[in-house]
């Protein structure tokens, strides 16, 4: 399984985190569970703790699901 890239995050004055796939926004995290994110963030692969956190770590055959026959409409 490919390790995951194209992660950043950014947090903000009001203590949030609002986390990023690309251009799109994948995840706000707000109050303790911001804390415990940016405190995760130290201790491993920043790209791998922001795929964790977003729930966007489950890609391994899905993408090959979609182009099989019976999956196509």
Do not use: C
């Not at 130290?42 to 391994?60: F, N």
Request: proline share 7%; no cysteine; net charge positive.
């Amino acid at each position: 399984m490919p390790r995951p890239h194209g992660f950043t995050y950014e947090q903000r004055a009001d203590g949030s985190v609002v986390i990023a796939h690309g251009a799109r926004a994948a995840g706000t995290l707000r109050g303790p569970r911001a804390e415990r994110f940016i405190a995760e963030l130290g201790g491993g692969d920043p790209q791998l703790v922001m795929a964790r956190w977003t729930g966007d770590y489950k890609r391994g055959n899905e993408k090959a699901a979609r182009a099989h026959p019976r999956n196509r409409g």
